[in-house]
């Protein structure tokens, strides 16, 4: 069964480096997002993305946050200046273009992100 | 905003003892309410949804019921097993763009 694939697992970083986390969505799926869960917090919405272009963003998603898809299977987010508090969970999600909604988002199994 | 509010756990269970957790939301219109499951060291999966009042969703012997009078989406199981020992998500989406999710409820059923 298609699976949404992150990597790396765990990425132990120091503060104010630069961090990309990588995601494979499924294959034919349009809609890709971006959740963290910071530890014992809820997971938080960051950005989705469609058709090469950012669709919503929420106020965590600032100008350190970038997201790409550079080669029409990957799916990155870059952090630029990593901050303590950027320590987190991070999950990837992706959907089908399925017509008539909701339709499901399809979770990776996340990268835990430490900054020293 | 929107949000939605999950009954804070752990909750720690017996095998085929009866569970509810217990699910209230905030949005405005009509969202769709999910219930998603994170098995340890995996990421989380669609459990169960449902998309309009008085909606019922069903999976594994799990079910919730949409209900728009008391903006709630209550998750039973009438006999849980081991394998049901998972962290338990409650979930609204509007818009489709994003979800808004609860902080998550731990579940352990012991033998």
């Known amino acids: 069964e298609p699976e949404v694939t992150q990597t790396p697992s765990h990425q132990v970083t120091q503060m104010g480096q630069e961090v990309i986390l990588r995601c494979v969505p499924i294959?034919?799926?349009?809609?890709f997002y971006w959740y963290r869960q910071i530890l014992g917090q809820k997971v938080e919405f960051l950005v989705s993305?469609?058709?090469?272009?950012?669709?919503?963003k929420s106020e965590i998603f600032d100008d350190q946050f970038s997201v790409e898809r550079p080669d029409g299977s990957n799916f990155t987010l870059k952090i630029r200046s990593t901050k303590l508090e950027d320590s987190a969970m991070y999950f990837c999600a992706s959907r089908p273009p399925l017509a008539g909604g909701p339709n499901e988002q399809f979770f990776g199994p996340g990268t835990r992100l430490t900054v020293l | 905003g929107d949000s939605v509010t999950q009954m804070e756990g752990p909750v720690t269970l017996s095998e085929e003892a009866f569970l509810t957790i217990n699910c209230t939301y905030t949005?405005?219109?009509?969202?769709?309410l999910f219930w998603y499951v994170q098995y340890p060291g995996e990421g989380l999966q669609l459990l169960l949804k449902?998309?309009?009042?008085?909606d019922k969703g069903s999976n594994k012997g799990f079910e919730a019921t949409y209900r728009k009078e008391t903006t709630s989406f209550h998750l039973e199981k009438g006999s849980v097993q081991v394998s049901d020992s998972a962290v338990y998500f409650c979930?609204?989406?509007?818009?489709?763009?994003?979800?808004?999710f609860g902080a998550g409820t731990t579940v352990t059923v012991r033998a």
């Open positions: 993305f469609y058709n090469n272009e950012i669709s919503e």
């Open positions: 294959s034919n799926h349009l809609y």
């Open positions: 949005a405005t219109g009509y969202p769709s």
């Open positions: 979930a609204l989406t509007r818009n489709d763009y994003k979800l808004s």
């Open positions: 449902a998309t309009k009042a008085d």
